[in-house]
């Protein structure tokens, strides 16, 4: 069976050769913009989430509370203690980066125009912060072996620092400050609405598209702007002028050294150079 599905893959790449498909290169404008819109998911997902846990522990730095949590024991190892807990395998959902889920991703096509004005630049900045959060798909967090309750990391780490260091414990689990807490509320206001799902946000962007068409009459001399503009296609006559043999341009200097150089079947040579020496006798220059 492998074999057979060996020799049909090879049947498959062998055809799709011979009938003159050809890669992309790393250099290609379509794979260029298409890198952008994976890249944009992945800041949504990973590194803006990262940097704002880096955030806040440097805030709590400035503000007196960083607590250095202790890890909980495994309770492989150590069963008895009151610490230990059963760590847990965590699966975290893998970004999709499929183009019919990639936002962005439907406007990385030949020939699409790439600036936008208006509105049509709101919606374009919108659309691109429109992504799903990170999830939890199976496991995660760790079992208590004192009392079988399942907790995630912090929690766990907390208990832990109970266990061994009850006032750094305490000082981890106070509430933050009013400053702190303010910042934090600024931050959630300012925070983008691309964080919802995308099923939601869409029927949302068709209702309101659908809203807005039947309240606004359509004018006279509106553009449509969905369809794909066409372009004229000048490739030709740019591979045409570059095989086009170029003239050969001579300037006076070639002339001149040209006609020096060949001597000239009718012309006749220089007359040589007498040359005076220092005893003051003449010598004829070669």
């Known amino acids: 069976s492998q074999a057979a599905s060996f020799l049909s893959s090879l049947l498959l790449r062998v055809s799709a050769t011979s009938a003159g498909a050809m890669g992309k290169s790393i250099r290609s404008k ?13 800041d949504a997902m990973i590194c803006t989430p990262r940097e704002q846990e880096k955030n806040e522990n440097l805030r ?23 610490d230990a807990v059963f760590p847990q395998h ?19 096509f030949r020939g699409n125009r790439r600036k936008y004005d208006g509105d049509q630049k709101d919606y374009m900045q919108a659309l691109a912060k ?20 399942k907790v995630s990391k912090h929690e766990a780490e907390l208990v832990a620092t109970a ?19 303010v910042a934090a509320a600024l931050d959630e206001d300012k925070a983008p609405a691309g964080d919802m799902d995308m099923d939601e ?9 659908a809203a807005a068409a039947a309240a606004a009459p359509e004018p006279s001399n509106a553009a449509d702007h969905s369809r794909r503009p066409v372009l004229k296609d000048d490739r030709r006559a740019k591979r045409t002028a570059a095989h086009r043999p ?8 070639g002339k001149a050294s040209g006609s020096a150089a060949g001597g000239g079947g009718g012309e006749k040579s220089a007359a040589p150079v007498k040359k005076k020496t220092k005893a003051g006798s003449d010598k004829m220059a070669d």
């Open 201 to 209: 946000d869409e029927d949302g962007d068709d209702e309101a598209t």
């Open 246 to 253: 170029r003239a050969k341009q001579v300037g006076k200097k």
């Open 163 to 181: 266990h061994r260091n009850p006032a750094a414990a305490a000082a981890a689990s106070a509430p933050p400050s009013a400053s702190s807490a």
């Open 90 to 108: 965590e699966v975290m959902k893998p970004i999709d980066f499929r183009s019919e889920n990639l936002p962005m991703a439907g406007y990385a």
């Open 130 to 149: 429109v992504h799903p959060k990170m999830e939890v798909m199976a496991g995660g967090g760790a079992v208590l072996a004192s009392t079988g309750q």
């Open 30 to 42: 379509i794979k260029k913009r298409l890198r952008t819109a994976k890249r944009q998911r992945v």
């Open 60 to 82: 709590r730095v400035a503000e007196g509370r960083q607590v250095t949590l202790s890890k909980p024991r495994n309770a492989f190892k150590y069963p008895k203690e009151k």
